[in-house]
């Protein structure tokens, strides 16, 4: 039986992104299940991902991995440095207006205008 590494070379072939042997590599030392739930997917995203089969906006995992498990960051212009899926968070946060504390007003305001911010499906 073949392993999370194995699928993803199989599917992506050796020039599979970092970002997917990353992933791949994670899922090996844990499993898809753990991984999946750290990501905020689920796993059948996360098996999909490895076998290069997602139909959904790869872009979003994407990001979610290099924040989560590679520790990418952004400047943000309302918060500075910030992790790649924390940004992601606020973005998702701010397509509603809720004026449910402050800091969400401000980051509704921030990220409508933010060349970070760009539409986001699935």
Same mark, same amino acid.
């Given at each position: 039986?073949?392993?999370?590494?194995?699928?993803?070379?199989?599917?992506?072939?050796?020039?599979?992104?970092?970002?997917?042997?990353?992933?791949?590599?994670?899922?090996?030392?844990?499993?898809?299940?753990?991984?999946?739930?750290?990501?905020?997917?689920?796993?059948?995203?996360?098996?999909?991902?490895?076998?290069?089969?997602?139909?959904? =906006? @790869?872009?979003?995992?994407?990001?979610?991995?290099?924040? $989560?498990?590679?520790? %990418?960051?952004?400047? /943000? &212009?309302?918060?500075?440095?910030?992790?790649?899926?924390?940004?992601?968070?606020?973005?998702?946060?701010? =397509? @509603?207006?809720?004026?449910?504390?402050?800091?969400?007003? $401000?980051?509704?305001? %921030?990220?409508?205008? /933010? &060349?970070?911010?760009?539409?986001?499906?699935?």
């Amino acid at each position: 039986m073949s392993g999370p590494f194995e699928i993803a070379v199989e599917a992506w072939g050796h020039d599979m992104p970092e970002w997917v042997n990353v992933l791949a590599k994670a899922c090996a030392a844990s499993s898809q299940s753990k991984v999946a739930k750290r990501l905020g997917y689920a796993a059948a995203v996360v098996s999909q991902i490895l076998r290069n089969k997602y139909a959904g =906006k @790869v872009d979003n995992v994407r990001a979610r991995v290099e924040g $989560v498990l590679m520790g %990418a960051t952004l400047e /943000c &212009p309302a918060l500075g440095l910030l992790p790649l899926h924390e940004c992601q968070d606020w973005r998702k946060k701010a =397509k @509603v207006f809720s004026n449910a504390n402050h800091q969400r007003v $401000v980051m509704y305001r %921030a990220c409508s205008n /933010c &060349p970070n911010n760009v539409t986001e499906g699935s």
